[in-house]
């Protein structure tokens, strides 16, 4: 058995007398693709607040690559190689996609407190920038600001910053939110490339993009883990069926 | 300074050096038209650039709206003052002591406020920068509420400050040093963050930058520079007061930098120039029926900045054309 990636074992958040988390343990092996879907209000982006450490459990812990990082802050998780791309996207709106990408090439490259060195003739950080905007094809639009490129570009671009600092694991929030068919089809895709090489934990609405690219998929109800398993245990489950699927996917799909 | 260099081939370059030219020159000027006055104007100018470069670091290129940066001219001028009370005069014990005491007051005052956000921050700024106004108006050795009358510090063999042209040539020089510093730290990796944060603290941090820390680090640089100009504002009037640091100092120094261009080099120089030369010509051309409606020549000011907000959000520099590269 693999050791997981990253685990969290009874993670428990309560919002007054809400629980949002109900003792909720997951794991992310290297290299699968492991998604987590649920209705609106399970519980999905206080469970990723808590593994980027924006918010802290009650109760239980978060392991990420050996190590307890319950207590972590966010930007020494980031350096373990946890990213993440936001569910409403989150660029730098003021800085060209190239900068955008630099600046995360820069976060993993030492401390920042250099104050005289131009960086925008620092090739160290530009070189690996321009490969990381080839390879999600934004290329060609590397001198543009952030705030002029497309919604499905921002994503791309978000992708880009994501993955700038060679991460162990990549926690994408919904990163098909608001694209047309075409330029889903086109991240499915990059993601898909990207399969075995990153380990992934997607938290999608899409059901389509989920099936074609999870290994694992978990169920969130209510803050609870209902059921967790491959795509097709997932589908056959009469619990995931009746607390969320509907027919939708249950059919042909 | 090849940047710099390279910008005089634009118009705003060209604006640039003849504003540079002329303060390189103003005691010649000054003195060939035998207008002193000019010249104790122009030394102030001068060193209000310098703060307001300095405050431009945090405010402008950081989004940070520090209402307490005029503390800083109490901080580095205090120490002066309280140092030559005590008969020590020299410059070199003075200057090094009154910008370590700037660091130190801005590193504790950042550590705390730097922890919360918007009108929290503006509010955190303004009650540290008010308890050191109550302390020194405190200050019964040192004059209380009535200020320090000191002598100018000594650098002796070096430069005679009381000089009033060497004095204000130290002063361009040390301007010039500043804006040459900000020039580099604007696009340094530093700098970046700085930026960064400014645009989207939340992602920054995603991407594995301890932001705080940053922060904290350029709020303490800005208060280092602010207190150079407070050490050089002590000189110039050979007078420290609790007025140098009271709030509404914070806030014509906030004005300057929105009224010159948030985050631009040069912005917080073009906004000193035009407070002052604004400042000193509505009090007398309102002064003209002798009532005494000089006091009152930010009634003018205002609605100036006004339409400078709603129509010129870029400030001055803004109004200079479009910014090469």
Request: aromatic share 10%; net charge neutral.
């Amino acid at each position: 058995m693999v050791e997981p990636l990253l685990r969290t074992d009874r993670l428990i958040k309560r919002f007054g007398g809400l629980v949002a988390t109900d003792t909720v343990s997951i794991d992310v092996r290297p290299g699968e693709i492991h998604a987590l879907i649920g209705p609106n209000g399970a519980g999905k982006t206080t469970l990723v607040g808590q593994l980027t450490g924006n918010l802290a459990p009650d109760a239980g812990t978060i392991h990420f690559a050996g190590r307890d990082v319950t207590r972590l802050p966010t930007h020494a998780r980031v350096r373990l190689g946890l990213a993440r791309s936001f569910q409403i996207t989150s660029v730098l709106r003021e800085f060209t996609a190239l900068e955008n990408v630099a600046l995360a090439v820069q976060a993993h490259a030492g401390h920042s407190f250099h104050f005289l060195a131009d960086v925008r003739r620092d090739e160290t950080l530009r070189a690996p920038a321009r490969q990381g905007l080839e390879a999600v094809g934004l290329g060609a639009r590397a001198d543009t600001l952030a705030s002029v490129l497309s919604h499905g570009e921002q994503r791309q671009l978000e992708i880009a910053m994501a993955l700038a600092g060679d991460p162990k694991l990549l926690l994408l929030d919904e990163p098909m939110a608001g694209m047309g068919v075409e330029e889903s089809q086109r991240m499915i895709g990059f993601l898909q490339a990207l399969k075995g090489r990153r380990a992934m934990l997607l938290i999608e609405h899409d059901m389509d993009a989920v099936f074609q690219l999870a290994d694992r998929i978990t169920v969130l109800v209510y803050g609870r883990a209902i059921a967790s398993g491959t795509p097709d245990e997932i589908r056959a489950n009469a619990e995931v069926r009746q607390a969320y699927l509907g027919d939708e996917a249950a059919g042909p799909a | 300074m090849a940047a710099l260099l390279a910008s005089l081939r634009t118009p705003r370059g060209l604006i640039v050096a003849l504003i540079l030219l002329v303060f390189a020159i103003l005691p010649l000027l000054t003195q060939a038209f035998d207008q002193r006055y000019l010249l104790s104007i122009g030394t102030r100018i001068v060193i209000w650039s310098i703060a307001a470069v300095s405050l431009n670091m945090i405010l402008g290129y950081g989004g940070l709206v520090s209402f307490g940066h005029a503390v800083f001219f109490g901080i580095g001028g205090y120490a002066v003052g309280i140092l030559a009370a005590n008969g020590l005069q020299s410059g070199w014990l003075q200057w090094p002591v009154a910008i370590a005491a700037s660091v130190l007051w801005a590193a504790l005052v950042g550590a705390l406020s730097l922890r919360t956000r918007g009108v929290y921050f503006i509010m955190i700024t303004l009650a540290f920068a008010q308890l050191v106004y109550y302390v020194s108006a405190g200050l019964e050795a040192y004059g209380a509420d009535d200020g320090l009358n000191i002598s100018r510090s000594r650098f002796d063999g070096l430069i005679d400050l009381r000089d009033k042209a060497s004095f204000y040539w130290l002063c361009f020089v040390l301007l010039l040093g500043t804006l040459w510093f900000c020039s580099r730290f604007a696009n340094s990796r530093f700098g970046f963050v700085i930026r960064g944060a400014k645009s989207n603290d939340l992602r920054m941090t995603a991407l594995g930058f301890p932001v705080f820390r940053y922060r904290l680090a350029a709020f303490t640089l800005s208060g280092a520079f602010g207190g150079l100009a407070g050490i050089l504002l002590a000189n110039e009037g050979a007078y420290v007061s609790p007025a140098m640091m009271s709030w509404v100092k914070s806030g014509d120094l906030i004005v300057i930098v929105v009224l010159g261009g948030m985050g631009t080099l040069f912005g917080p120089l073009y906004g000193t120039i035009a407070f002052f030369v604004l400042e000193e010509s509505l009090k007398p051309l309102l002064d003209l029926g002798h009532k005494g409606w000089g006091e009152y020549w930010q009634i003018v000011f205002g609605p100036m900045l006004v339409l400078i907000a709603l129509y010129a959000r870029g400030g001055i520099d803004s109004l200079l054309g479009r910014r090469h590269g």
